[in-house]
């Protein structure tokens, strides 16, 4: 496998733009087989954008809107569009992209998909990427139930991606495929051949507060009660938001931390953002499962911890790459917005890790998520498990 990315800053002029990433990939030569991830801010006109890059581009595209982006040679881009093109002859790629799901029958929905795009494959599928855009409320779905759902379609394949992100409105995000976009639904793209993914995911919090509760009923990704109180009551005794429904603004700086049983007994900590309250039960929502038993505390973020563990991911991926020098065709990152916020005056600090210290021809592109899927390994058995994240940091070594 061998890629490239592309970029601009341009997005109202849309020929200029469109123009710009063309003249970018022409001296980059295409294998048999190729596809590209874009993620563009949500102001671009990406299906009109497409209709522009498809007059040169017959390969699909997938990809998500944006807050901000990352690249291995620009590095920290608050706006533009950037894509990542990917070519093989060993390789085979198949995208798809849902309709807007709804909670009862997006099973059924995600099942099609699966089974649509798997059906064009000979041989093993290895790899599959997936970008959501999710709207997280009681009634609505989250990017646990979306990504547990595929993964279980496809028997624990390795899924990696992460939820479309936009500037902190919660209102313009989109996933993307060739010149759909839908809000509420998955983009997907299965990979087989020869790939060999490999997979780095850092947590972002590495101290928490006095905050504790054991989870003492719970549904899916909803909190009912923690201790003897209702979810919203052991808030207010922390002094912490409970006045308003939509409360993500208020939290995406106070990362709720649970250990998750993936399966077999297995241990997962993983980090959660706690997206909306209900006033009337007192039963808080988060985007991702939150199992009774678990115990619950709350997670301190700080600009240090994000540069810290930003650089303990690319010093992890680096030694890998040192191990296998000439194996790797690109890094494609995952970083979650509320990393982006606890930079605040300097936002350029994650790029600033890797700028310079990427191998001669390994490109990168990533962006700022609302969630982060990256399969992590349980600390019992060390087996990888799927999982739908927040807070961290991820890298995708293809």
């Not at 801010?41 to 901000?68: H, K, N, Q």
């Not at 850092?202 to 507060?209: D, G, L, R, Y």
């Not at 919203?232 to 603004?249: G, I, P, T």
């Amino acid at each position: 496998m061998r890629a490239t990315v592309v970029y601009t800053d341009e997005i109202d002029d849309l020929d200029a733009a469109a123009e710009a990433l063309l003249a970018q990939a022409r001296g980059f030569a295409l294998a048999q087989n190729s596809m590209a991830v874009l993620f563009a801010e949500e102001d671009a006109d990406y299906p009109a954008l497409y209709e522009r890059l498809s007059r040169e581009w017959s390969f699909p595209v997938i990809g998500c809107t944006a807050m901000a982006m990352l690249t291995g040679r620009e590095g920290y881009c608050r706006s533009g569009v950037t894509a990542l093109l990917l070519t093989a002859d060993d390789c085979r790629f198949s995208v798809g992209i849902t309709g807007e799901l709804r909670k009862e029958d997006y099973k059924e929905e995600l099942a099609r998909l699966y089974r649509e795009l798997a059906a064009q494959h000979t041989s093993e599928v290895k790899l599959g990427l997936c970008y959501i855009g999710v709207e997280v409320k009681e009634q609505v779905l989250s990017g646990w139930n979306l990504l547990a759902t595929l993964s279980e379609l496809a028997g624990g394949l390795p899924i990696y991606g992460g939820a479309a992100s936009d500037n902190l409105s919660f209102a313009g995000y989109h996933v993307f495929c060739n010149g759909r976009m839908v809000r509420n639904g998955v983009v997907l793209a299965l990979v087989s051949g020869n790939v060999s993914p490999r997979f780095v995911r850092v947590n972002s919090v590495e101290h928490t507060a006095s905050f504790s509760y054991e989870i003492t009923r719970a549904e899916g990704n909803v909190v009912y009660r923690l201790g003897d109180g209702s979810f919203a009551e052991a808030l207010k005794k922390e002094h912490m938001e409970v006045d308003r429904e939509d409360v993500m603004s208020a939290y995406i700086l106070s990362p709720f931390v649970v250990t998750v049983d993936p399966g077999n007994g297995d241990r997962v900590e993983v980090t959660r953002i706690l997206a909306s309250l209900d006033p009337e039960t007192g039963a808080g929502t988060f985007q991702g499962v939150m199992p009774e038993g678990a115990t619950l505390s709350i997670g301190l973020l700080t600009r240090g911890d994000v540069c810290r563990t930003v650089e303990k991911a690319f010093a992890q991926i680096f030694a890998e790459l040192a191990r296998k020098e000439g194996e790797c065709a690109a890094l494609l990152c995952t970083s979650c917005a509320a990393r982006f916020l606890a930079l605040m005056n300097d936002p350029s600090a994650e790029a600033e890790t890797y700028l310079g210290r990427l191998p001669e021809g390994v490109p990168l592109a990533g962006y700022y998520a609302y969630g982060e899927c990256c399969p992590v390994r349980g600390g019992e058995t060390g087996k990888e498990y799927n999982m739908f994240h927040n807070f961290t940091f991820t890298i995708l070594a293809l």
